[in-house]
């Protein structure tokens, strides 16, 4: 069996070509070159150059082929510029999850392909089964809750589920680095990346200013009553949430609440205003099943730093469904992702839109 392994340059990534060459198949390297600006001092991100440089000494010391494939094209059209576009249309964005879905399991699946690979492997924290009854393929939770990462990989369409292997799954990140360790990888004790590679330091703002060449279009801060409350630099500079930085002085914490592109306002409101019941998404991949008939019971996440929350499912006309919370939830976001689990199992993934 021929595995093309996804290195990215880090310690797990590198720890599941390890255990890959380990359970006896012939592993070829790959690093995509996806961006290519440079990571400002400091900063935390993932494809540089001294990724690049960490993965092939790694394959190096493994005895396996290594390549580096320039997909820099496709990240901008299918990644960057779905995040400006998604900001434009007062959304925030999750570029990990377009990644995921159309350069990490998408391109380099192709790749696998093209060099005769039987599975593509990745060091991302989680597991999938087969159902033996139905023949679908399951994404389930890693063994290590604080690194399991089936938020960003409930876009997986069955056909790429079904050539992906998830080494890591069965381990904890504590594990994963005694491993490296032990067989001498330079990158055992390198940091995880957090920052968005094409967003340094993450201000976003100035990248879309950059990026688009567009200058900031300023508007009105509305209370929840609709009444103007302030002036902001630019809509596109907030998201739900947000409290620091508006430079408002209302007496009381004030969060923004809704943004309104067209009319270039952002409401800002108390934080109980930002808890809601309900949201509707659309673009929904189903595991266990093709789609949603019936309305079901299961834990639901808005975002991935938080724990999953009870919720039911209802199935809606034109492909969207409505997740109704049994408590409400702070700050739901359009243009972020929703996904359902029932235990260990993820039941799917959409992308929010109200």
């Given at each position: 069996m021929k595995a093309l392994i996804g290195m990215s340059g880090g310690v797990d990534s590198s720890v599941a070509a390890l255990l890959?060459?380990?359970?006896?198949?012939?592993?070829?390297?790959?690093?995509?070159?996806?961006?290519?600006?440079?990571?400002?001092?400091?900063?935390?991100?993932?494809?540089?150059?001294?990724?690049?440089?960490?993965?092939?000494?790694?394959?190096?010391?493994?005895?396996?082929?290594?390549?580096?494939?320039?997909?820099?094209?496709?990240?901008?059209?299918?990644?960057?510029?779905?995040?400006?576009?998604?900001?434009?249309?007062?959304?925030?964005?999750?570029?990990?999850?377009?990644?995921?879905?159309?350069?990490?399991?998408?391109?380099?699946?192709?790749?696998?392909?093209?060099?005769?690979?039987?599975?593509?492997?990745?060091?991302?924290?989680?597991?999938?089964?087969?159902?033996?009854?139905?023949?679908?393929?399951?994404?389930?939770?890693?063994?290590?809750?604080?690194?399991?990462?089936?938020?960003?990989?409930?876009?997986?369409?069955?056909?790429?589920?079904?050539?992906?292997?998830?080494?890591?799954?069965?381990?904890?990140?504590?594990?994963?680095?005694?491993?490296?360790?032990?067989?001498?990888?330079?990158?055992?004790?390198?940091?995880?990346?957090?920052?968005?590679?094409?967003?340094?330091?993450?201000?976003?703002?100035?990248?879309?200013?950059?990026?688009?060449?567009?200058?900031?279009?300023?508007?009105?801060?509305?209370?929840?009553?609709?009444q103007v409350v302030g002036r902001h630099r630019g809509a596109v500079c907030y998201t739900i949430g947000q409290r620091k930085g508006l430079g408002l002085a209302m007496g009381e914490p004030v969060y923004v609440c809704a943004k309104d592109m067209a009319a270039k306002t952002v409401t800002v409101g108390p934080n109980q205003a930002l808890f809601s019941r309900e949201l509707w998404a659309k673009d929904w991949v189903f595991f266990p099943f093709e789609q949603l008939t019936e309305p079901l019971a299961v834990t639901a996440k808005i975002r991935h730093s938080q724990f999953d929350r009870k919720a039911t499912v209802y199935p809606e006309a034109d492909g969207l469904a409505r997740v109704v919370f049994d408590e409400p939830q702070r700050a739901i976001s359009p243009g972020q992702a929703v996904v359902l689990y029932q235990g260990e199992m993820v039941i799917g993934g959409g992308t929010i839109v109200k």
């Open positions: 890959m060459l380990e359970a006896g198949y012939e592993c070829i390297g790959a690093t995509m070159r996806l961006y290519g600006g440079q990571a400002s001092p400091g900063s935390k991100t993932c494809c540089s150059l001294d990724d690049v440089e960490d993965a092939r000494s790694v394959a190096h010391r493994l005895g396996i082929k290594h390549y580096v494939f320039n997909f820099t094209e496709e990240f901008q059209q299918q990644v960057m510029d779905q995040f400006v576009a998604v900001y434009q249309t007062g959304g925030t964005p999750n570029p990990c999850i377009e990644c995921n879905r159309y350069l990490k399991f998408g391109k380099l699946l192709q790749r696998a392909r093209e060099l005769s690979c039987d599975v593509l492997v990745s060091g991302h924290y989680a597991k999938v089964q087969q159902d033996p009854a139905t023949g679908r393929y399951l994404l389930m939770r890693a063994a290590d809750r604080a690194k399991d990462q089936t938020y960003f990989l409930a876009c997986l369409s069955q056909q790429q589920l079904s050539r992906i292997r998830f080494p890591l799954g069965d381990l904890t990140k504590a594990q994963v680095r005694e491993l490296a360790e032990k067989h001498g990888f330079l990158n055992a004790r390198k940091h995880d990346s957090q920052d968005i590679c094409f967003v340094p330091g993450g201000d976003y703002t100035a990248f879309l200013t950059a990026y688009t060449g567009k200058e900031l279009e300023p508007g009105d801060f509305l209370n929840t009553q609709g």
